[in-house]
């Protein structure tokens, strides 16, 4: 069975793993998706196509800054996090977390009286 790369349910997934891999250090777009991959045993696996958009938008709204550099012949542009994207980082943390843990409540987590 095919599996999908980037089903329905993980609408903004993409946004936060890039904003939270950016706050350690800053990284081109395919180290990105190499990262993403890495960092969630392969559960995660986001193309290029779903990243780049990603970092554009956070680019436009300022949450990213980017700096061009040529590495071995070949120009990579290298993204870091902007204060807003720090304060990004947290509003999409906090909303996840909450997310995350009331579906732990419901698949067996603490039982509510």
């Given at each position: 069975m095919k599996r999908e790369t980037n089903p329905n349910f993980l609408n903004g997934v993409p946004e936060l793993l890039v904003l939270r891999l950016l706050k350690g250090?800053?990284?081109?777009?395919?180290?990105?998706?190499?990262?993403i991959r890495d960092a969630t045993a392969e559960t995660i696996v986001l193309g290029e196509g779903v990243v780049y958009p990603v970092l554009h938008m956070l680019e436009r709204e300022g949450a990213l800054r980017s700096r061009r550099q040529s590495v071995s012949g070949r120009s990579r542009i290298y993204y870091s996090l902007t204060p807003n994207g720090e304060r990004r980082l947290q509003e999409v943390s906090g909303a996840w977390q909450r997310i995350t843990d009331a579906i732990?409540?419901?698949?067996?987590?603490?039982?509510h009286a």
């Open positions: 250090r800053e990284m081109y777009g395919y180290e990105l998706v190499q990262a732990g409540g419901v698949l067996g987590g603490p039982q």
